[in-house]
């Protein structure tokens, strides 16, 4: 059976995203729902590790990671020795790329 395990930055960024659509009027139940969509599509990681896409072929960088796509956010993970590590969990507007790779684009600009 695979492992899961969720960074402190994937666990911050479910309380920045429920945080973020509860700030509307009524909406704490919808922010709720969409939690708990996203959090069930990371335990399905469990059964299904290489169902999300390679980050690679979307972006110029080599990666190991994959991402996969639940509502507005983006799923980032990597599956290794039977674990499944849940690095972010971003908006897909965002620019992922710099988030995930700053300091490799840091020194690339140098």
Known sequence: MNKLKISPEARNDLVEIKNYISQEP????????LI???TKKIRGLLDYPGIGASLSSVIDI???Y???ACANYLIFYRYEDEAVY???IL???R???RVLFND????EEK
């Open 91 to 93: 908006y897909g507007r």
């Open 86 to 88: 849940v690095i972010r």
């Open 36 to 38: 708990s969509k996203i």
């Open 62 to 64: 080599q990666t190991e």
């Open 104 to 107: 490799l684009l840091e020194k």
């Open 95 to 97: 620019d992922y790329v």
């Open 66 to 68: 994959r991402f996969l």
């Open 26 to 33: 009524n909406s704490s139940q919808a922010a709720e729902k």
